[in-house]
C-alpha cells in the first residue's frame, strides 16, 4: 500500500476514534462546543470562535524556562495519560513511532496531539524528525485534496503548555489570515517572508508536491537549522504549517515561522493569548465579552507587540 493511502486510512480512523471518545464519559475535559463563531470586522480575515469551555476546564499550564528545557517527569507528561487517549501509533521510519493523542482540551474538531516517541521522554524542543513527519503528513493529504487540517507548534516562551515533544493537528476549514498573505522572496531554496504590505510577520518555508526527495530533504535541513539557531540564541518561537489554497492549491505545503521578541510566560485565561493559532489568524476566545469586543485592529497591535520587528 503506498503511504498515501496509508495516511488517507490512519486519518479516517483517528476521525472515526476521536468522534467516539467525544461520546465517552471522562475521557475528554468537555464536549467541544463552539458556541459563536465570526470574522473580525477588516480585509484581513481574523476568524475567532467562542469556546468556554476551554478556558475553564483545560490543564493548568506549565512554565518552561527555557529553549533548551531538560524533561521532568514529576510533571505532567504524555506518559501520564489514560491508555483510551492515544488514538494509535504510526511507525516512521524504522525505529520511530509517532503516538497521536487526543487534546483532551480540543480547540476544533480532531484536535490531535503529534508525539514523537513518547517513551523516550523527549523535551519541548523541536526535532528535525518531527518535522519531517508532519511535513510527509501533510503533504499526503494535500495530494488527496484535503486543505482543512493544519498543524501548530508552540516552543517554551511562546505558549508551550507541556514540556513534553508535541505539535497540533488542527481542523480549521475556514479561510483565515495565513491563507491569503502575499510572499516575497528571500532566498533559496523557496523561503520568503511575509510581504511588507501585511501587517505581521513571518519567515515561510515551501515545500512542492513535484519537489525530488533530495530537495524535499534540504528544504526541512535548511528549515531545521534555522529553528535550532532561534534555540540556540533563546529566541522562542511558533510554526504553523498549511497546504496552499490558492493558486498553487493541492501542490504547495507552507510552514510560517513566527519569531518572539520575548518569553511569554503568563497564559491568562481572561483574555486571549498570542500562540501559533492567533498568529495564523485562528482566534479561540474563552469569555463571551471578549469575543464580542474582539476587532482586527487590536489583534494585529497585540501580534506585532510580540513578534513585530524581529526579522529587520
Not at 285 to 296: F, H
Request: glycine content about 4%; some cysteine.
Amino acid at each position: 500500500m503506498s503511504q498515501r493511502n496509508l495516511i488517507k486510512l490512519q486519518l479516517n480512523e483517528l476521525k472515526q476514534k476521536w468522534q467516539q471518545l467525544q461520546d465517552l464519559p471522562n475521557i475528554f475535559a468537555y464536549r467541544l462546543n463552539v458556541s459563536k463563531s465570526r470574522y473580525l470586522p477588516g480585509k484581513h480575515k481574523f476568524y475567532a470562535e467562542l469556546n468556554p469551555e476551554r478556558t475553564a476546564l483545560r490543564r493548568p499550564p506549565q512554565t518552561i524556562a527555557s529553549l533548551d528545557p531538560c524533561f521532568d517527569e514529576d510533571k505532567f507528561n504524555f506518559n501520564k495519560i489514560k491508555p483510551e487517549e492515544c488514538l494509535m501509533l504510526i511507525s516512521y521510519h524504522e525505529q520511530s513511532s509517532i503516538s497521536m493523542i487526543i487534546n483532551n482540551s480540543p480547540l476544533t474538531l480532531y484536535h490531535t496531539l503529534i508525539c514523537p516517541n513518547v517513551a523516550q521522554c523527549l523535551p519541548q524542543r523541536i526535532t528535525l524528525e518531527a518535522l519531517s513527519f508532519c511535513v510527509d503528513f501533510l503533504m499526503a493529504l494535500l495530494q488527496q485534496g484535503e486543505l482543512n487540517f493544519r498543524i501548530g507548534y508552540n516552543s517554551p516562551g511562546a505558549l508551550a503548555s507541556v514540556n513534553h515533544l508535541h505539535l497540533h493537528l488542527m481542523y480549521i476549514e475556514k479561510d483565515i489570515y495565513v491563507d491569503h498573505v502575499k510572499l516575497q522572496f528571500l532566498t533559496h531554496p523557496d523561503i520568503y517572508r511575509l510581504d511588507e504590505t501585511m501587517p505581521t510577520e513571518a519567515i515561510c518555508f515551501q515545500i512542492n508536491t513535484e519537489d525530488s526527495e533530495a530537495l524535499k530533504i534540504e528544504k526541512l535541513q535548511r528549515l531545521n537549522e534555522f529553528l535550532q539557531w532561534l534555540c540556540n540564541n533563546n529566541m522562542p518561537h511558533n510554526l504553523f504549517l498549511t497546504p496552499e489554497r490558492g493558486q498553487q492549491q493541492g501542490k504547495t505545503l507552507k510552514v510560517f515561522v513566527y519569531v518572539r521578541k520575548e518569553y511569554c510566560f503568563v497564559k491568562n485565561v481572561n483574555t486571549y493569548n498570542i500562540g501559533f493559532c492567533e498568529l495564523a489568524g485562528y482566534m479561540p476566545v474563552g469569555a463571551l465579552q471578549l469575543y464580542e469586543q474582539l476587532n482586527e485592529s487590536e489583534a494585529i497591535e497585540r501580534i506585532n507587540k510580540e513578534t513585530g520587528d524581529v526579522f529587520s
